[in-house]
């Protein structure tokens, strides 16, 4: 069956160090997602994007995030500048045309010291 | 705006026993609702959904029905095993391409 990967699972960072959060989406699906869940606490959304642009976003996606497709294959996060408060866990997820459930990716935990 | 409200939880229950989950909505449109699993230490399952009014959603013995008229997609498990120890999260979606709205989770401890 195929499904959403993630790489790293785990990232450690310093405070105010970028990070790239990578993501392979199920190769038809054309939606694709991130999600972020603190610890013990509820998914958020952060970012859609189709069609090689974001399609909604939620506040918490400010100037620090961005989202990018660079080949066709890969769908990664990038926060510029990370914060304490950043670290959570963050799922990749990705859907077909269609309204359908979304998959999720195992998620990357984040960890920001 | 859309929201989903779900039970407090823990819910802990012995093996065996019957498992509702509750879940109500707020949304305009017609939303498709879906139950996620999260394993301990794991991502997020689909674990069923229902796209219209009155449809059942069902797997591994869980099921949830779309009550349209009550804005209610409650889980149930007629007999919970300790493998259903998770934490459950009822979610909604207007349409492609839009984020999917969830609730806070409801954890689930089931003891033999």
């Known amino acids: 069956e195929p499904e959403v990967t993630q790489t790293p699972s785990h990232q450690v960072t310093q405070m105010g160090q970028e990070v790239i959060l990578r993501c392979v989406p199920i190769?038809?699906?054309?939606?694709f997602y991130w999600y972020r869940q603190i610890l013990g606490q509820k998914v958020e959304f952060l970012v859609s994007?189709?069609?090689?642009?974001?399609?909604?976003k939620s506040e918490i996606f400010d100037d620090q995030f961005s989202v990018e497709r660079p080949d066709g294959s890969n769908f990664t996060l990038k926060i510029r500048s990370t914060k304490l408060e950043d670290s959570a866990m963050y799922f990749c997820?990705?859907?077909?045309?269609?309204?359908?459930?979304?998959?999720f990716g195992p998620g990357t935990r984040l960890t920001v010291t | 705006g859309n929201s989903v409200t779900q039970m407090e939880g823990p819910v802990t229950l012995s093996e065996e026993a019957f498992l509702t989950i509750n879940c109500t909505y707020t949304?305009?449109?017609?939303?498709?609702l879906f139950w996620y699993v999260q394993y301990p230490g794991e991502g997020l399952q689909l674990l069923l959904k229902?796209?219209?009014?009155?449809d059942k959603g069902s797997n591994k013995g869980f099921e949830a029905t779309y009550r349209k008229e009550t804005t209610s997609f409650h889980l149930e498990k007629g007999s919970v095993q300790v493998s259903d120890s998770a934490v459950y999260f009822c979610?909604?979606?207007?349409?492609?391409?839009?984020?999917?709205?969830f609730g806070k989770g409801t954890t689930l401890s089931v003891s033999s």
């Open positions: 997820a990705s859907t077909g045309l269609a309204v359908s459930s979304e998959y």
């Open positions: 190769s038809n699906h054309l939606y």
């Open positions: 994007f189709y069609n090689n642009e974001i399609s909604e």
């Open positions: 949304a305009t449109g017609y939303p498709s």
């Open positions: 229902a796209t219209k009014a009155d």
């Open positions: 979610a909604l979606s207007n349409q492609a391409g839009t984020a999917l709205i």
